[in-house]
């Protein structure tokens, strides 16, 4: 339960500020909290003392309706972050390897890629896989 002191609850922008600097990870694990803590309202599963509390868990089941908008909108561009991020960092070898190899005559070129071949086999034929699929 988020609140800003016993009674008080924090407002959708606040309680999202909270987790903007947060990791995918932290977001996804309260996402779970905010759904299980629902689940449990809707199935009169919550522990006696949050009845004894203010706000009250009907309070904060509509509270956390705003916060979920919330946080499925930071799960939402955080994973669209980590898809980029991912993508950049699988390219980034080829990448630089396109950078030095371009500066090199055809001769040295191929002498280059085959000492790749000979020192990373995985790494060349995953380069020639990227620049065949055109991604190069």
């Known amino acids: 339960m988020n609140v800003k002191d016993d009674n008080m609850m924090l407002n959708p922008k606040d309680y999202r500020r ?3 600097a947060a990791s995918l990870k932290k977001v996804l ?3 779970d909290r ?3 803590f629902m689940q449990d309202y809707e199935n009169h599963k919550l522990a006696k003392k949050y009845y004894e509390r203010d706000p009250s868990p009907r309070v904060i089941y509509f509270a956390n ?3 979920l908008k919330e946080i499925c909108d930071l799960i939402k561009i955080k994973t669209d972050e980590k898809d980029l991020k991912e993508t950049s960092d699988d390219s980034s070898p080829f990448i630089t390897i396109e950078r030095v190899i371009s500066k090199f005559d055809d001769d040295k070129r191929r002498q280059f890629l085959d000492d790749l071949k000979v ?3 995985n ?3 995953r380069y020639l896989e990227w620049k065949v699929n055109g991604e190069g």
């Open 29 to 31: 694990q309260e996402r």
């Open 18 to 20: 909270e987790f903007e």
């Open 65 to 67: 309706i705003e916060y």
């Open 34 to 36: 905010i759904v299980q």
């Open 119 to 121: 020192k990373d086999e």
């Open 123 to 125: 790494l060349y034929y």
